[in-house]
T-cell receptor, first 113, second 113 residues
Framework: GENVEQHPSTLSVQEGDSAVIKCTYS??????FPWYKQELGKGPQLIID?????GEKKDQRIAVTLNKTAKHFSLHITETQPEDSAVYFC????????????FGGGTRVLVKP | DTAVSQTPKYLVTQMGNDKSIKCEQN?????MYWYKQDSKKFLKIMFS???????INETVPNRFSPKSPDKAHLNLHINSLELGDSAVYFC????????????FGNGTRLTVT
């Protein structure tokens, strides 16, 4: 199938620590991997994305790494702050699903002050 | 300057009723979507329109009928509402192309009693 598995489902970290969320995908033809942040009462917002021709991308405290061989990609948040508390979703575009974005199940991140 | 706006934000109605959710985007995008987010936060695509033409129609009951009067608007009409339709419905838009980020609205929380 065209699954995107996301772990963990919940993550609690102390302010200032790092948070890592991992996703695996099944379709090796996938070539686009965005990450979305959903705050309470709002829609998901794109925070970073990576294409399959790149292994890593960084934007300030956020970075994403991609391992095409193992078919997994990860979101890294460093120096976490309370405003990082939200639900994070990974996604991929399996060709078998007509390139539609398929989302992971989400990770609820809580940053404790 | 809201990019993707949908109304209403909350919708409470009884089983058997018919309701509509409206969506508008001012980003100049050609592609619009409807997503459903269930109580476990799982996001799943329902429909996609490209320049007023339906291009994705997932296995959604035919009680759900999208309508796109122009490329900036995509409305969702639901007939004969059922308890299982209770969810948060998100409208989104993107530029044409499978690698284009999605821009989500803030959602409509539908509660069917």
């Amino acid at each position: 199938g065209e699954n995107v598995e996301q772990h963990p489902s919940t993550l609690s970290v102390q302010e200032g620590d790092s948070a890592v969320i991992k996703c695996t995908y099944s379709d090796s033809a996938s070539n686009y991997f965005p990450w979305y942040k959903q705050e309470l009462g709002k829609g998901p917002q794109l925070i970073i994305d990576i294409r399959s021709n790149v292994g890593e991308k960084k934007d300030q405290r956020i970075a994403v790494t991609l391992n095409k061989t193992a078919k997994h990609f990860s979101l890294h948040i460093t120096e976490t702050q309370p405003e990082d508390s939200a639900v994070y979703f990974c996604a991929a575009n399996p060709k078998a699903a007509g390139n539609k974005l398929t989302f992971g199940g989400g990770t609820r991140v809580l940053v404790k002050p | 300057d809201t990019a993707v706006s949908q109304t209403p934000k909350y919708l409470v109605t009884q089983m058997g009723n018919d309701k509509s959710i409206k969506c508008e985007q001012n980003l100049g995008h050609d592609t619009m979507y409807w997503y459903k987010q269930d109580s476990k936060k799982f996001l799943k695509i329902m429909f996609s329109y490209n320049n007023k033409e339906l291009i994705i129609n997932e296995t959604v009951p035919n009680r759900f009928s999208p309508k796109s009067p122009d490329k900036a608007h995509l409305n969702l009409h639901i007939n004969s509402l059922e308890l299982g339709d209770s969810a948060v419905y998100f409208c989104a838009s993107s530029q044409v192309g499978v690698l284009s980020p999605l821009h989500f609205g803030n959602g409509t929380r539908l509660t069917v009693t």
